[in-house]
């Protein structure tokens, strides 16, 4: 297969696990926030998160977690002399953050799949925001290609952060005055 496709499957199974991720914690922040309800709303609207979020997280975020991987490795094959780049140590070192955010999403999931809820749906909302800042990084370090935009960058993940935190917060004064 040519690089080109390769690098082309790369990206879409990039693009389906991001969707599953951003979508999951949404779900997780509904699954949690059912569980404050009463009883006849818990039985009517856990079943029905519950399989939305089984469905998505199973049929779609895992493969494209697996299918990104093996493209990805398959892709770098064809350059592997950026495996000598820093650029190339600080963005593996993101996806492989991103692969502990992934596991720590599928924890979440088990756990709420088995009706323990751990995480308020204020923390998973913060926790939602984590996946964005890394797929700033991830992008802005393959495309950028240098360390010098990469600090920048970092520099503009901070900002963006805080502007998330900010939001987030802004978001929950304002729904608890409604």
Not at 3 to 14: M, P, T
Not at 61 to 67: E, K, N, Q
Not at 104 to 113: D, P, S, V
């Amino acid at each position: 297969m040519g690089f080109e496709y390769l690098k082309a499957l790369h990206i879409i199974f990039i693009v389906t696990w991001f969707a599953g991720l951003f979508y999951i914690v949404r779900l997780f922040i509904y699954q949690t926030e059912a569980m404050e309800k009463s009883p006849e709303e818990q039985k009517i609207l856990k079943p029905q998160l519950d399989i939305m979020a089984k469905r998505l997280w199973l049929g779609i975020t895992w493969p494209s977690a697996i299918l990104t991987l093996i493209f990805g490795t398959w892709t770098l094959t064809y350059r592997l002399g950026y495996l000598e780049l820093g650029f190339m140590h600080a963005k593996l070192g993101f996806v492989v953050l991103l692969y502990i955010y992934h596991f720590i999403c599928h924890r979440i999931y088990k756990n709420l799949q088995n009706g323990i809820v751990k995480w308020s749906s204020t923390k998973l909302r913060i926790w939602n925001e984590v996946a964005t800042v890394l797929l700033f990084a991830i992008v802005f370090l393959i495309v950028l290609k240098n360390l010098l935009n990469m600090l920048w960058g970092l520099i503009g993940l901070i900002g963006l952060s805080i502007l998330l935190m900010l939001a987030i917060k802004w978001y929950k004064k304002k729904r608890h005055q409604q």
